[in-house]
């Protein structure tokens, strides 16, 4: 009876509701963050400038991409369930180049992603995240001149 109590006490924490308010805390420890999540990056460039993509994490290196305008790479992943989940991308074009964190750990970011989706976006004159839940693209990254 002992060992079902505490088992019981251990696994409660993870189901907590998955709605999400604006301005209302989160618990990101939740299931709902060890759901699948996808992240997408789009070439919404002009002039037929194709974007060079190379993301990974700590665990996958999902290789190097050079995405016409308009095209797009899409992953998806479940975070770990021990420690963090991190995935960093470098883009480079006739712009310039950028290396940043793509997904993290936040409970600010997961509300952007809308706690599933994360769509980032190259522009011609910046990098933004789709911000989904506010139907608008933020801006998130400047273009540094020449590449790595």
Do not use: Q
Request: net charge negative; proline share 3%.
């Amino acid at each position: 009876m002992f060992f079902l109590l505490v088992l019981t006490t251990a696994v409660t924490p993870l189901i907590v509701s998955s709605s999400y308010e604006r301005g209302e805390s989160h618990n990101i420890n939740s299931g709902e963050l060890y759901k699948t999540w996808h992240v997408n990056v789009t070439n919404g460039m002009s002039n037929n400038k194709i974007l060079f993509l190379h993301c990974k994490s700590a665990d996958n290196d999902l290789g190097i991409r050079n995405l016409l305008v308009s095209g797009y790479f899409t992953w998806k992943f479940k975070p770990r369930i021990f420690g963090k989940t991190l995935f960093w991308c470098y883009m480079a074009s006739d712009n310039g180049h950028a290396a940043f964190d793509v997904y993290w750990e936040d409970e600010n970011f997961f509300y952007r992603c809308n706690w599933k989706f994360c769509h980032w976006i190259a522009k011609d004159d910046r990098i933004y995240l789709e911000n989904i839940p506010e139907e608008y693209d933020e801006f998130r990254h400047k273009w540094e001149p020449g590449r790595l």
